[in-house]
């Protein structure tokens, strides 16, 4: 299972840490991630990052306001959101799957937590 929490109302310029715990696997073997689903649009690719930690991936539009970690000991991903623009708001979904290919392109063997929702203000 993985249950994410976090979210809330930030002004614009703000930030937010979410996180997502993962229990009842082997975390250390998963690929760990990020996605968001704005009203209206499709679910988005935000970030994703290796078992190891060693590499890390960002949605296009992150633009380096994002920084994705994880901590294997406590089976717990984090999200830190810097910078903060009402487009950011959305419904923020952890995701998890062996592979990285995989979990970029959403396929069904992607495991998903329930989501936290981040409102961003102007």
């Known amino acids: 299972q993985l249950q994410a929490f976090g979210g809330g109302l930030v002004q614009a310029g703000g930030s937010l840490r979410l996180s997502c715990a993962a229990s009842?696997?082997?975390?250390?073997?998963?690929?760990m991630g990020w996605f968001r689903q704005a009203p209206g649009k499709e679910r988005e690719f935000v970030a994703a990052?290796?078992?190891?930690?060693?590499?890390?991936y960002y949605g296009n539009f992150v633009k380096g306001r994002f920084t994705i970690s994880r901590d294997n000991a406590k089976t717990t991903v984090y999200l830190q959101m810097n910078s903060l623009k009402p487009e950011d708001t959305a419904v923020y979904y952890c995701?998890?799957?062996?592979?990285?290919?995989?979990?970029?392109?959403?396929?069904?063997?992607?495991?998903w937590g329930q989501g936290t929702l981040v409102t961003v203000s102007s």
């Open positions: 009842g696997r082997s975390f250390n073997n998963y690929v």
């Open positions: 990052i290796t078992w190891s930690g060693d590499d890390t």
């Open positions: 995701a998890a799957d062996v592979k990285i290919d995989r979990l970029l392109i959403q396929r069904r063997s992607v495991s």
